[in-house]
């Protein structure tokens, strides 16, 4: 069978089955790495109505944690590897093992991991009870 005959074939079995080539080209990619949290313990803190979160944080090589805020505090520090933090109204900054930072509670923020190897923070959170630990949020303007 010559070669535009078979892709012929392949578009009618995909078009069949209800896909587009480009879809099926798509679903077959692996999917982008992403940030992943572990709990590792949580309880009260002094401030009512809030509560300390200890997290396992790690970011993949080539992973992007997203634009998002915290109900409260955020405090990480770099166990291993380095990362681009990135806080709406300021430079990035790149933050390496053995640093840590602060992101004040509502601020938009995100990470990316250009390095090969991954990024491995404990992050520490005292947040609002009740409310999610993360909330996604729209890019700003400039980051």
């Known amino acids: 069978?010559?070669?535009?005959?078979?892709?012929?074939?392949?578009?009618?079995?995909?078009?069949?089955?209800?896909?587009?080539?480009?879809?099926?080209?798509?679903?077959?990619?692996?999917?982008?790495?992403?940030l992943?949290?572990?709990?590792?313990t949580k309880?009260?803190?002094?401030?009512?109505?809030?509560?300390?979160v200890?997290?396992?944080?790690?970011?993949?090589?080539?992973?992007?944690a997203g634009w998002h805020t915290h109900p409260g505090e955020e405090i990480s520090y770099v166990l291993e590897g380095e990362t681009v933090l990135l806080v709406a109204g300021q430079a990035p900054r790149k933050v390496v093992a053995g640093e840590g930072f602060v992101i004040p509670a509502g601020v938009v923020h995100s990470a990316r991991n250009e390095s090969p190897?991954?990024?491995?923070l404990v992050g520490v959170y005292v947040v609002e009870k009740g409310q999610p630990?993360?909330?996604?949020?729209?890019?700003?303007?400039?980051?």
């Open 54 to 64: 200890v997290m396992k944080v790690e970011l993949p090589a080539g992973a992007v």
């Open 43 to 52: 309880g009260d803190v002094s401030v009512p109505g809030r509560e300390g």
């Open 36 to 40: 992943t949290r572990t709990l590792v």
């Open 1 to 34: 069978m010559n070669t535009s005959l078979q892709t012929l074939t392949l578009g009618l079995c995909l078009a069949a089955a209800g896909l587009s080539p480009t879809l099926a080209t798509a679903q077959s990619a692996a999917p982008a790495p992403t």
């Open 117 to 120: 190897a991954a990024a491995k």
């Open 133 to 143: 630990l993360a909330s996604p949020a729209a890019a700003p303007a400039s980051p």
